[in-house]
Protein backbone atom coordinates (compact mmCIF):
# COMPACT_ATOMS: atom_id res chain seq x y z
CA UNK A 1 0.00 0.00 0.00
CA UNK A 2 1.32 3.50 -0.89
CA UNK A 3 1.77 5.26 2.06
CA UNK A 4 0.56 9.06 1.12
CA UNK A 5 -1.33 9.79 -1.94
CA UNK A 6 -2.57 13.15 -2.68
CA UNK A 7 -5.86 14.40 -4.34
CA UNK A 8 -8.13 17.35 -4.62
CA UNK A 9 -6.12 19.55 -6.82
CA UNK A 10 -7.12 21.78 -9.26
CA UNK A 11 -7.79 25.34 -11.09
CA UNK A 12 -9.62 27.85 -8.64
CA UNK A 13 -9.98 31.56 -9.21
CA UNK A 14 -8.49 33.85 -6.91
CA UNK A 15 -10.85 33.98 -3.56
CA UNK A 16 -11.89 30.55 -4.24
CA UNK A 17 -11.54 27.20 -1.69
CA UNK A 18 -9.79 23.91 -2.52
CA UNK A 19 -9.94 20.90 -0.52
CA UNK A 20 -6.82 18.78 -0.86
CA UNK A 21 -7.31 15.09 0.83
CA UNK A 22 -4.38 12.97 1.85
CA UNK A 23 -4.96 9.27 1.88
CA UNK A 24 -2.28 7.97 4.43
CA UNK A 25 -1.57 4.31 4.87
CA UNK A 26 -2.98 3.28 8.27
CA UNK A 27 0.28 1.63 9.29
CA UNK A 28 1.81 5.06 10.08
CA UNK A 29 -1.19 6.86 10.71
CA UNK A 30 -1.66 7.03 14.43
CA UNK A 31 2.72 7.16 15.17
CA UNK A 32 3.52 9.96 12.63
CA UNK A 33 2.56 13.99 12.66
CA UNK A 34 0.73 14.24 8.71
CA UNK A 35 1.85 17.62 7.07
CA UNK A 36 1.24 19.59 3.80
CA UNK A 37 3.88 21.17 2.01
CA UNK A 38 3.80 23.14 -0.94
CA UNK A 39 6.29 23.98 -3.50
CA UNK A 40 5.81 26.87 -6.16
CA UNK A 41 7.65 27.01 -9.39
CA UNK A 42 11.38 28.56 -8.88
CA UNK A 43 11.02 28.20 -4.80
CA UNK A 44 11.88 26.11 -1.98
CA UNK A 45 9.40 23.95 -0.69
CA UNK A 46 7.37 25.22 2.15
CA UNK A 47 5.72 24.31 5.43
CA UNK A 48 1.88 24.57 5.15
CA UNK A 49 0.48 23.02 7.58
CA UNK A 50 0.11 19.67 10.28
CA UNK A 51 -1.55 17.48 12.49
CA UNK A 52 -1.02 14.98 15.08
CA UNK A 53 -3.45 12.53 14.30
CA UNK A 54 -4.70 11.12 17.39
CA UNK A 55 -4.37 14.41 19.51
CA UNK A 56 -5.81 16.67 16.67
CA UNK A 57 -3.28 19.18 17.26
CA UNK A 58 -2.78 21.65 14.56
CA UNK A 59 0.35 23.96 13.22
CA UNK A 60 0.09 26.18 10.78
CA UNK A 61 2.59 28.82 8.52
CA UNK A 62 1.66 31.90 9.50
CA UNK A 63 1.28 32.54 5.71
CA UNK A 64 -2.00 30.58 5.66
CA UNK A 65 -3.35 30.95 9.20
CA UNK A 66 -7.22 31.53 9.42
CA UNK A 67 -7.45 30.45 5.66
CA UNK A 68 -6.64 27.11 5.91
CA UNK A 69 -7.93 24.38 8.00
CA UNK A 70 -6.41 21.03 8.78
CA UNK A 71 -7.93 18.08 9.70
CA UNK A 72 -8.09 14.24 9.96
CA UNK A 73 -10.75 11.76 7.97
CA UNK A 74 -10.85 8.94 11.26
CA UNK A 75 -12.96 7.14 8.60
CA UNK A 76 -11.03 7.39 5.30
CA UNK A 77 -8.00 7.39 7.82
CA UNK A 78 -7.26 10.76 5.58
CA UNK A 79 -5.68 14.01 6.52
CA UNK A 80 -7.72 17.02 4.58
CA UNK A 81 -6.77 20.27 3.89
CA UNK A 82 -9.10 23.13 3.39
CA UNK A 83 -8.06 26.04 1.57
CA UNK A 84 -10.35 29.20 1.53
CA UNK A 85 -9.67 32.55 0.22
CA UNK A 86 -7.11 31.46 -2.01
CA UNK A 87 -4.62 34.01 -3.74
CA UNK A 88 -2.26 33.34 -6.41
CA UNK A 89 1.03 33.12 -4.40
CA UNK A 90 -0.97 29.59 -3.27
CA UNK A 91 -0.29 28.47 -6.19
CA UNK A 92 2.27 25.11 -6.10
CA UNK A 93 2.22 21.64 -6.00
CA UNK A 94 1.18 20.77 -2.32
CA UNK A 95 2.45 17.81 -0.89
CA UNK A 96 1.75 15.20 1.60
CA UNK A 97 4.29 14.33 3.97
CA UNK A 98 4.51 12.00 7.17
CA UNK A 99 7.30 12.68 10.19
CA UNK A 100 9.11 10.85 11.27
CA UNK A 101 8.56 8.06 8.89
CA UNK A 102 9.71 10.49 6.06
CA UNK A 103 6.58 9.38 3.50
CA UNK A 104 6.19 11.96 0.74
CA UNK A 105 3.31 11.79 -1.71
CA UNK A 106 3.88 12.60 -5.00
CA UNK A 107 2.01 15.85 -4.98
CA UNK A 108 -1.16 17.80 -6.09
CA UNK A 109 -0.68 20.71 -8.25
CA UNK A 110 -3.22 24.18 -7.05
CA UNK A 111 -3.49 26.74 -9.73
CA UNK A 112 -5.09 29.86 -7.94
CA UNK A 113 -5.91 32.33 -11.17
CA UNK A 114 -6.80 36.20 -11.56
Known amino acids: QVPLVESGGGLVQTGGSLTLSCAVS????????IGWFRQAPGKEREFVAS????????YYADSVKGRFTISRDRAKNAVILQMNSLKREDTAVYYC???????WGKGTLVTVSS
Open 51 to 58: IRFNAGRT
Open 26 to 33: GRILSSNV
Open 97 to 103: NAVPAGY
